[in-house]
């Protein structure tokens, strides 16, 4: 099975707790002297197979391998793609059962990291969630004070537009970020557009 490792939690002083996301659900797994190995990274992606604990305690994760991507040695990279993990790790925290779009996002921004700029993976895939969520918001009217909005937009967490002056936050083309919501693409945008979404989208889903 394969999965993505989302969050480690050091138990004792060896031992970890290893929360992955495979295709069909998020797994809390058990790793008896996890600490030890140099595979067990946030972030990474990894072959494994779960064994069930006869004591009824968290099942145990075996037979570990790493599934490696070039950029894991870029530095910048590297941390932007924690950063993004852990966006998941905290929307998905609470579910078990998932479809495998949420594996499926991740394995294909992983693929994309490389050689696109990863913020503006980063927009693509948010976009993408929320609107597989339904939870993408029309422009109709400003979140906080209701009334329409004008040529300017700012958007608050969830990319939910609000008036600038609403909720004192930088602003954005109104028309350019109804053609990225509507299309999922980023072409548009310039790079400094990206990278604010991008910090944006890093707060959460
Ligand atoms: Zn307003």
């Known amino acids: 099975?394969?999965?993505f490792i989302l969050s480690l939690r050091r138990v004792g002083n060896e031992d970890m707790i290893v929360t992955l996301l495979s295709e069909k659900s998020l797994m809390r797994l058990y790793r008896f002297y996890g600490a030890r190995h140099s595979i067990l990274q946030l972030g990474y992606l990894i072959d494994f197979e779960v064994e069930e604990s006869a004591s009824g305690f968290l099942p145990r994760l075996r037979h570990v391998t790493h599934i490696g991507f070039p950029w894991l040695y870029r530095r910048n990279r590297l941390a932007l793609w924690h950063s993004f993990v852990k966006i998941f790790e905290a929307h998905l925290r609470d579910t078990?059962?998932?479809e495998p779009f949420?594996?499926?996002t991740l394995l294909d921004a992983a693929r994309r990291w490389e050689r696109q700029n990863p913020h503006r993976v980063v927009c693509e895939k948010y976009i993408s969630i929320l609107k597989h969520e339904g939870r993408l918001h029309s422009f109709e009217r400003c979140y906080i004070c209701e009334k329409g909005l004008g040529e300017r937009v700012s958007l608050m967490r969830?990319?939910?537009?609000?008036?600038?002056e609403c909720i004192y936050a930088s602003s954005f083309d109104r028309g350019k970020i109804e053609d990225f919501f509507e299309c999922g693409k980023s072409t548009w945008l310039e790079d400094d557009e990206v990278e604010a979404l991008c910090n944006l989208a890093l707060k959460g889903l």
Do not use: N, Q, S
């Not at 990319?159 to 600038?164: E, G, L, R």
């Open 1 to 3: 099975m394969k999965g």
């Open 96 to 98: 078990e059962e998932l």
């Open 102 to 104: 949420y594996f499926d």
């Open 158 to 164: 969830a990319f939910i537009p609000a008036h600038p």
